[in-house]
């Protein structure tokens, strides 16, 4: 079994594990007649809702690389960030799906500093997004909630969630000052790598340099003339999580629910706050914990385990099997993920 194939069945097995935990703890006498009372119609909506969310996604690519000057296809976007969906998902995090984008968009002629500045300016985009819309989730989720437990960890997450995008912020204001820790970074990584002689180290440095140059002339650019492709991106970046959040109310419709839209929508706000501080591949456990205790504020015990696998069945396992098709069937990065897995 390769690397791939293990950390694609570690990820399997951990939300399989989780997944009959919370069936196994939510199933009682009225579970097998709401199985049997499901709407397949809805359930085939919710795929399509949640392949939506994948065009989506590519539109805000596409809008952020024309801003920068480069004509990125509509269906090479989507194909490159459908295939990030796989590496997230078998990754620790979900911290393979940024660099493997980068590396595919670096592939289309994109400038690595660029095609940088493309993903991280998507993941600041959704970390403000996230950011603004988490007070908002607390205040609607509080008015059915009491849990001390909850509090903390939410706490814990947004605080993880804060730093990081201070940080970011930060090395986009100050890039003397990220230059700095990038080059002691590369001092230190750089001889591990057998790049042990001083000739070999300018060479890192040099490269390093006019990337970060690149990264920095790009976010520069998205703020000042390319503030029409940075809009579209917003509008995209909200289109994107509308959709993706839709996808659990048309799920919940299909096993005859009819919780409130503004609850459903608040509480996948407040389970992606707290899916920054897992470090298991694809958040396979956490997310099923999360889903669990934050959507029984509003689903019935009976379909509760039913929901959160519907759930997770959409933004895990469909991730990973079109991520996967597409990344090895089209865009044939297998050497790329599997250098990245070493």
Not at 72 to 100: D, M, N, Q, R, W
Not at 233 to 247: A, C, E, P
Not at 282 to 290: C, P
Request: hydrophobic share 55%.
């Amino acid at each position: 079994m390769n690397k791939i194939q293990k950390w694609i069945f570690l990820s399997l097995l951990i939300s399989l594990i989780s997944g009959l935990i919370v069936v196994v703890l939510t199933f009682d006498s009225s579970t097998m007649s709401s199985i049997l009372e499901i709407r397949p119609g809805y359930i085939v909506a919710a795929a399509c809702v949640h392949a939506l969310s994948y065009v989506v996604w590519g539109l805000r690519t596409h809008s952020l690389c024309k801003a920068l000057g480069f004509d990125l296809g509509y269906l090479k976007a989507c194909e490159i960030v459908t295939s990030g969906t796989l590496a997230a998902s078998i990754t620790p995090s979900s911290l393979g799906g940024e660099p493997l984008r980068i590396h595919l968009l670096h592939e289309e002629k994109i400038p690595l500093g660029k095609a940088t500045a493309v993903v991280l300016g998507e993941r600041i985009l959704d970390g403000i997004l996230i950011l603004s819309l988490a007070p908002v989730s607390i205040y609607v989720i509080r008015g059915v909630l009491n849990d001390s437990v909850f509090d903390t960890m939410f706490i814990f997450a947004e605080f993880g969630l804060v730093f990081i995008l201070f940080l970011t912020l930060y090395a986009i204001w100050k890039p003397a000052s990220t230059k700095k820790v990038v080059y002691f970074l590369v001092h230190r990584i750089a001889p591990l790598a057998g790049k042990k002689t001083d000739a070999a180290l300018e060479k890192v440095i040099i490269r390093v340099d006019n990337e970060l140059d690149h990264f920095h002339e790009s976010i520069s650019i998205l703020l000042n003339e390319g503030r029409k492709g940075l809009a579209f991106g917003v509008l995209n970046t909200i289109g994107f999580w509308f959709v993706d959040f839709s996808m659990l109310y048309v799920v919940l419709l299909g096993l005859n629910q009819n919780p409130d839209p503004l609850i459903v929508y608040a509480s996948q706000v407040i389970v992606m706050v707290l899916l920054v501080i897992p470090a298991t591949p694809g958040a396979s456990g956490v997310a099923e914990l999360a889903g669990t205790t934050v959507f029984s504020l509003f689903i019935s015990s009976s379909v509760l385990g039913i929901a959160v696998i519907a759930w997770r069945a959409f933004t895990f396992y469909m991730n990973i099997l079109v991520g996967g098709f597409v990344s090895f069937k089209i865009l044939k990065d297998t050497d790329f993920i599997k250098n990245f897995l070493k």
